[in-house]
């Protein structure tokens, strides 16, 4: 796409069961530089994904639908006011 290389990460219910979701993001999370996330303010996955992202000090911009953009920095809670 591009010239993008994409990679795909289904999540693997039969074998995590609940928890598939969650050990995907940890995959996708050790192999990327950095997350660009659109979050609808309720995803846990996605919540959970710039968690791990943070985890390994990853940087992490992003847009909450109808709110706020967010980038991960030191300096305050993260929100940047639009």
Do not use: C, I
Request: aromatic share 16%; charged share 25%; glycine share 14%.
């Amino acid at each position: 796409m591009n010239g993008l290389k994409v990679y795909e990460y289904p999540a693997q219910w039969e074998l995590y069961g609940k928890q598939a979701g969650f050990v995907r993001n940890r995959q996708m999370a050790l192999v990327a530089d950095g997350g660009v996330e659109l979050w609808d303010g309720q995803s846990r996955g996605t919540y959970h994904m710039r968690g791990q992202l943070q985890d390994m000090e990853k940087p992490v911009f992003g847009y909450q639908f109808g709110f706020r953009l967010w980038e991960n920095d030191d300096t305050d809670d993260g929100w940047l006011s639009m």
